[in-house]
């Protein structure tokens, strides 16, 4: 972690360590108790959780990671299949960060992206996983498959992104810092929803060597790699064995174009959630009401 967000987590201590492959994952641990994983979005990293993990950390041993690809973690060329950008390879990082650490068996937070690769970590690795809550997003295969229009129009850099490179990382290395907040302020609450440090340390990380591909690297699997194995998955039947939360934001795309109870039930045993009033961003628009959700869940 950078300098410049220890603000953000001024009582957690910053931590970067090998998991596997020439593979460094960043992170922020602190308080005691049960073990957390927390798992960042696009195009941000672990700074998203400085609102909530503090009271967390109250109760929990919290673990927040910056994703394979982003913030100061590793960001590995990609290969010709993605592979190493698969959800199921970047649910991997997080794991083996978690046994280093003593943690065999822990809950995960995750938004966004990182909802993505905390799905497939607990498909593939349910003794691992206690509880799952997501955030922000319906099963990447049912978005893909139902994909609109309006869908599209509002996630566009869903479809940007996977281009071949390297035409989008040259366009977002053009001007990295621009990117993350044009990308942010579509947001319903616009930029004042996110403290100064965090947007500054947003735009730090996506000027990092590497930092364009990663992203796009990450969103290149999911259309290709990630719905293989995803499509893999609903034909043996194979579903989310753990108790799982999904909470979205009302006034995001999530809630407009799809139903997510409905395509979470359809992935997983043991579903409940429910909107909240705010957009995409949860952990920093509605950080009050998403622990009023998340700790009774996890308790």
């Known amino acids: 972690m950078n300098a410049s967000a220890q603000p953000l987590f001024p009582r957690f201590e910053p931590l970067r360590m090998e998991v596997g492959d020439g593979i460094y994952i960043a992170a922020v641990i602190g308080g005691t ?23 967390l950390a109250q109760h929990r041993t919290v673990v927040a990671v910056d994703l394979r690809g982003y913030g100061d973690s590793t960001k590995p060329n990609g290969e010709a299949d993605h592979e190493n950008y698969s959800k199921r390879a970047m649910a991997r990082d997080p794991l ?76 977002i290395q053009a001007d990295p810092a621009g990117y993350v907040r044009d990308v942010m302020r579509r947001g319903s609450a616009g930029l004042s929803a996110f403290d100064p440090l965090a947007l500054a340390e947003y735009e730090r990380c996506i000027a990092l060597p ?46 407009r174009c799809f139903h997510p109870l409905d395509e979470w039930r359809r992935v997983a045993r043991d579903v409940k959630g429910e909107a909240l009033a705010c957009g995409h961003y949860i952990p920093e628009e509605a950080p009050e009401a998403l622990l009023a959700s998340v700790v009774p869940f996890l308790s």
Do not use: K, N
């Not at 994983?37 to 909530?52: K, M, S």
């Not at 295969?141 to 990382?169: G, K």
């Not at 990630?226 to 979205?248: F, I, K, S, T, V």
């Open 96 to 171: 083996a960060l978690m046994h280093a650490l003593g943690f065999e068996r822990f809950d995960v937070l995750a938004h966004d992206r990182g909802a993505r690769v905390a799905h497939r970590l607990a498909v593939d690795h349910p003794e691992a996983v206690r509880r799952l809550v997501l955030l922000d997003i319906a099963p990447t295969l049912a978005m893909y498959e139902q994909t609109t229009e309006a869908f599209a129009r509002a996630y566009w850099h869903w479809f940007f992104l996977i281009q071949p490179a390297p035409l989008p990382e040259r366009l």
């Open 33 to 55: 108790g049960a073990p957390l994983l927390l798992l960042h979005g696009h195009p941000q990293t672990h700074a998203i959780w400085h609102r909530v993990a503090p009271v």
């Open 210 to 255: 590497g930092a364009a591909h990663g992203l796009c690297e990450d969103y290149r699997a999911s259309a290709g790699i990630d719905l293989e194995h995803d499509r893999a998955d609903r034909d043996a039947g194979r579903l989310l064995e753990q108790p799982l939360l999904a909470l979205w934001g009302e006034h995001g795309v999530v809630h």
